[in-house]
Nanobody
Framework: VQLQASGGGLVQAGGSLRLSCAAS????????MGWFRQAPGKELEFVAI????????VYADSVKGRFTISRDNAKNTVYLQMNDLKPEDTAVYYC??????????????WGQGTLVTVSS
């Protein structure tokens, strides 16, 4: 499956953004979908994951209560609604398709990344 992430941008602290990740291929609904991020000088880190049907989600503690992951299998798209953004959320955000896991090793397909910058 091929993935295309979008929706990043510059936002002030406390603001909101919604990221989208559009997938091509007929097998989108068979994959768990995840969002990961990489801040400057840091390693790629888990943000959120949603199961293939959308019934189960897991969030990193740092975003719990502020971010919401969702998916629309009819549109082959997964979303990340980000509210109450903080400067420490600044990173390149990547979507991935794979197993229901928080490990990057379990994701075989990745989008190109979309930059989110949160100003204080």
């Amino acid at each position: 499956v091929q993935l295309q992430a979008s929706g990043g941008g510059l936002v002030q602290a406390g603001g909101s953004l919604r990221l989208s990740c559009a997938a091509s291929g007929r097998t989108f609904s068979s994959y768990a979908m995840g969002w990961f991020r990489q801040a400057p000088g840091k390693e790629l880190e888990f943000v959120a994951i949603i199961s293939w049907r959308g019934g189960s989600t897991v969030y990193a503690d740092s975003v719990k209560g502020r971010f919401t992951i969702s998916r629309d299998n009819a549109k082959n798209t997964v979303y990340l609604q980000m509210n109450d953004l903080k400067p420490e959320d600044t990173a390149v955000y990547y979507c991935g398709a794979g197993r229901y896991s928080i490990s990057t090793n379990d994701f075989g397909s990745w989008g190109q990344g979309t930059l989110v910058t949160v100003s204080s």
